[in-house]
């Protein structure tokens, strides 16, 4: 039996775009367990429309022609939504095309071409396209940022617990982890690229405390304005392991000393998370290289794992035309915000907004999306690595988790040996966690 055990809640956080909303929804974050009550929303009183059949002006013939005219003009204007998506992905692959072959005076106009038709409040492709090509400070961006920083905890909290982006990466990686832990190790040893608010552990807390095993969590310091949130990481992970008994260490190291600590007598799992959603920012690639070619050469003298979940945009690939690049990113983009556009009453758009700026719009970037290209062009660093099969155990409660069946969410195994498990909007990829010892 495994040693893990699902503690996601059992109910459905996934609303559907129909108008409604669950009042009390139970968040599951870097605090563990939280709750919060939505805000009740105003009831708006709409004006009547007014009946003018009761005073004799309209015959029969005449709202026949109202509403053979209305229909006309839902057409008209659907087709003219058809036609702008049209446009603006030709322009997108105008564009991709002429930055693959290095005309950049051509993008640039092609660029502004797009710019002008986007729109931050229209469909989720011309929201991105707003994102992708905008100034560096514009100022309508800026002030959304702005307010939108003022709920950030909040906001990152219903972010993780009612989209399965988060969940779904930490679920998997940790049913890796503890299902690849062998019986006669005393100490299980996580060396974690990026800790961020430690929301990924409780799950492997509580299965190691069930094991009677100890527990050493090592965060990788790689900037020096993280030092407040880690020691709030390390005390509530801390507490949370104190109150079920278990004796967990929770440390911090530079990158380069990784290596120097590492230890015969532990199982040692190396987890990487880069570009997730709920992250709401990038990484150095070379610092995400590095961190796992220290883990590769460390795996080739102990016992351990690698764990590593991804956005698109920082999956393991090696697409040689920046064309193809482009493509998927864009289309992961937009699956995110069809999703998130998805899973909102239409009258919490403001909350969406605020969630699509801190969490989404830092990924969206036709700059930074050509140098990830670039580098990701000379970054493979997997060679001689085992991939380590994802279970059928965690397949299926990955697709529990997501409620495959009941919404457009699915779960897909890939890769070469099965050590790939990806999160799927429809069709597209949005999450994968790939496993190797």
């Known amino acids: 039996m495994a040693l893990l055990q699902s503690s996601w809640p059992s ?34 009183d709409l004006p009547m429309l007014s009946n003018d059949f009761d005073h004799g002006h309209y015959g029969v013939h005449d709202s026949l022609a109202n509403i053979e005219g209305l229909d006309h003009g839902v057409h008209d204007d659907h087709a003219m939504e058809i036609d702008t998506q049209t446009r603006i992905e030709n322009l997108l692959m105008a564009y991709a095309d002429a930055m693959g072959m290095e005309h950049e005076e051509l993008a640039k106009v092609i660029a502004k071409c797009i710019s002008e038709k986007a729109n931050p409040n229209g469909s989720p492709l011309e929201r991105i396209v707003f994102k992708l090509f905008q100034p560096e400070e514009h100022q309508e961006e800026a002030y959304l940022k702005h307010e939108s920083l003022r709920n950030f905890v909040p906001a990152f909290r219903a972010l993780y617990s009612i989209f399965p982006y988060g969940r779904f990466a930490h ?38 405390a069930r094991s009677k095993k100890s527990l ?26 104190r109150a079920i008994g278990l004796n967990l260490e929770v440390k911090e190291i530079g990158l380069r000393e990784m290596e120097e600590r590492a230890s015969g007598s532990e199982f040692t799992a190396f987890n990487c998370m880069v570009g997730l959603p709920h992250m709401g920012r990038t990484r150095n690639r070379t610092q995400v290289m590095d961190f796992l070619k220290i883990a590769k050469g460390v795996l080739a003298k102990t016992e351990g794992i690698i764990t590593f979940g991804a956005g698109e945009g920082e999956r393991i690939t090696n697409d040689s035309d920046y064309t193809p690049f482009f493509n998927k990113l864009l289309a992961h983009y937009q699956a995110l915000y069809e999703s998130m556009e998805w899973g909102f009453p239409s009258y919490l758009n403001e909350a969406r907004i605020a969630m699509e700026t801190l969490f989404l719009a830092p990924f969206v970037s036709s700059s930074s999306w050509f140098q990830t290209w670039e580098e990701q062009r000379e970054n493979m660093v997997f060679d001689g690595l085992k991939g380590e099969r994802m279970s059928m155990e965690s397949w299926n409660e990955a697709k529990e988790l997501v409620k495959e069946g009941e919404t457009p969410y699915k779960i897909g195994i ?17 999450v994968r966690v790939y496993a190797w010892k």
């Not at 998997?172 to 430690?198: K, W």
């Open 414 to 430: 890939e890769g070469r040996n099965g050590n790939e498990m990806v999160l799927k909007w429809k069709e597209t990829p949005l």
């Open 11 to 44: 109910h459905s956080h996934f609303y559907s775009n129909v108008d409604r909303y669950d009042t009390k929804t139970e968040l599951c974050t870097s605090d563990y367990h939280h709750e919060y009550s939505s805000s009740s929303v105003s009831s708006v």
């Open 171 to 208: 679920f998997t990686a940790c049913s890796a982890i503890i299902e690849a832990v062998p019986c006669h190790v005393d100490v299980v040893h996580i060396v974690d690229f990026d800790i961020c608010e430690g929301a990924q552990w409780p799950l492997v807390i509580e299965a190691v």
């Open 216 to 241: 050493i969590i090592t965060s990788i310091k790689l900037d020096q304005d993280q030092d407040s949130q880690f020691q709030e990481t390390k005390r509530n992970l801390s507490n949370f392991a």
